[in-house]
C-alpha cells in the first residue's frame, strides 16, 4: 500500500463536503480527477470508503473508520510543515559571517551599520577568528560565509573576489593622507613583519627580496593590530595591505601606498560548495562589494 497525500486529502475534503463536485472545486481539480484518486485509494485499501447515491455521498463504515486516522495524519504533517517552514524562514533572516581579526573590527563594523540600515529584517552574526579557522567554520556549517586573504580555496569550499587592496608602507610619525613611495625606499628602512609562514607575508617577502631585503630572521608579529601598535611605537617599519588603513588611522603611523611596483591583493569571500546562497547573503555581499573600495583608500 502506497497512499499518496493527494490521495488522504482528497478523501478528507469529499468526507467534509459529502459531495463530489463540491469538493473537486474546492480542491481545484477536474471531478473526474477527484474520482479516480478515490477509486485508487479504494482499490489500495481492497474496501469501498464511501457510499454513492446521486444526491449525497456518505462515508462506509470503512471510511468513519479510516477518518479520524487520515485527520491526524494530514494535521501532524501541515503542523510540521509549517514549523520547517518558519524554521527556514528565521534561518534565511540569519546571516553569519566568519572573519579574520583586523576585517572584524575595521572593515566590518561599516559594512555591517550599511547593511542593517537597509536590510534591518536580517540578523548578522559576527565570528573573528583567524584564517584557518575562518575556513574551518565555514565548512562545518557554522558559518554562511567567510572573508580574507584566501591564496587558494580550501577543499570543499568555493571562492570569489569580492574586493581587491594594495600593499602599503606603514612608518611611525604623524598622521597625514595616504601618499606612495617606491619598494626602493624600503632598503634603509628597519623592518618588522608578520611570520615568514603567513601567506601575505610571502607575497611581500617576494618584492622585498627583489630590493635585497630578504630577512626571514627579522622581528614578527602574527596580528596586523599587533603589527600597527609596534610600528607607533618606533620598533620599524612595516608593509601590509591597504585594508589596515582604517586601523592605521587609530594611530599615530604614517601610511603610503608602495610602488614600482604597484602589487594587489584579492580579497575573498568563502562558503560552502554547492550550499543554497539566500537573498540575505545576496544583499550583504553586494553591500560589501560596494564598500571595500572606499575603505581601502
Known amino acids: 500500500m502506497n497512499l499518496s497525500t493527494r490521495q488522504l486529502r482528497a478523501f478528507l475534503q469529499v468526507a467534509r463536503v459529502g ?8 480542491a481545484h481539480i477536474t471531478q473526474a480527477g477527484l474520482s479516480i484518486l478515490i477509486r485508487e485509494m479504494e482499490k489500495q485499501l481492497g474496501c469501498r470508503l464511501f457510499d454513492r447515491t446521486t444526491r449525497v455521498v456518505s462515508l462506509t463504515p470503512a471510511g468513519r473508520r479510516l477518518l479520524p486516522v487520515v485527520e491526524r495524519m494530514v494535521t501532524d504533517l501541515d503542523d510540521v510543515a509549517a514549523e520547517l517552514g518558519a524554521e527556514g524562514d528565521a534561518a534565511r533572516q540569519t546571516l553569519r559571517i566568519a572573519a579574520t581579526p583586523l576585517v572584524s573590527s575595521n572593515l566590518l563594523p561599516q559594512v555591517f551599520a550599511s547593511f542593517r540600515a537597509a536590510h534591518p529584517q536580517v540578523t548578522l552574526r559576527l565570528f573573528d577568528a583567524d584564517l584557518r579557522d575562518v575556513e574551518a567554520m565555514v565548512a562545518a556549517g557554522e558559518a554562511d560565509v567567510g572573508l580574507g586573504f584566501f591564496f587558494k580555496a580550501a577543499p570543499g569550499l568555493s571562492r570569489e573576489p569580492v574586493g581587491r587592496f594594495h600593499l602599503m608602507r606603514v612608518e611611525a610619525g604623524e598622521p597625514q593622507a595616504t601618499g606612495t613611495a617606491p619598494w626602493s625606499a624600503l632598503r634603509g628602512a628597519e623592518l618588522v613583519g608578520l611570520p615568514p609562514g ?3 607575508q610571502k607575497v611581500i617577502d617576494q618584492h622585498l627580496a627583489a630590493i635585497g631585503r630578504a630577512d626571514a630572521q627579522r622581528t614578527a608579529f602574527n596580528f596586523f593590530g599587533t603589527l600597527i601598535s609596534m610600528v607607533e611605537a618606533g620598533f620599524g617599519t612595516a608593509v601590509m595591505p591597504t585594508f589596515a588603513l582604517a586601523a592605521c588611522r587609530r594611530h599615530r603611523v604614517r601610511t603610503d601606498v608602495l610602488t614600482k611596483p604597484k602589487v594587489g591583493l584579492d580579497f575573498y569571500r568563502v562558503t560552502k560548495r554547492g550550499a543554497y546562497e539566500t537573498e ?5 555581499v553586494a553591500t560589501l562589494e560596494k564598500a571595500l573600495p572606499e575603505l581601502s583608500r
Not at 463530489?20 to 472545486?25: I, K, P, Q, V
Not at 540575505?280 to 550583504?284: D, L, R
Open 198 to 200: 603567513n601567506p601575505i
Open 19 to 26: 459531495n463530489f463536485t463540491r469538493a473537486a472545486e474546492q
Open 280 to 284: 540575505a547573503m545576496q544583499a550583504f
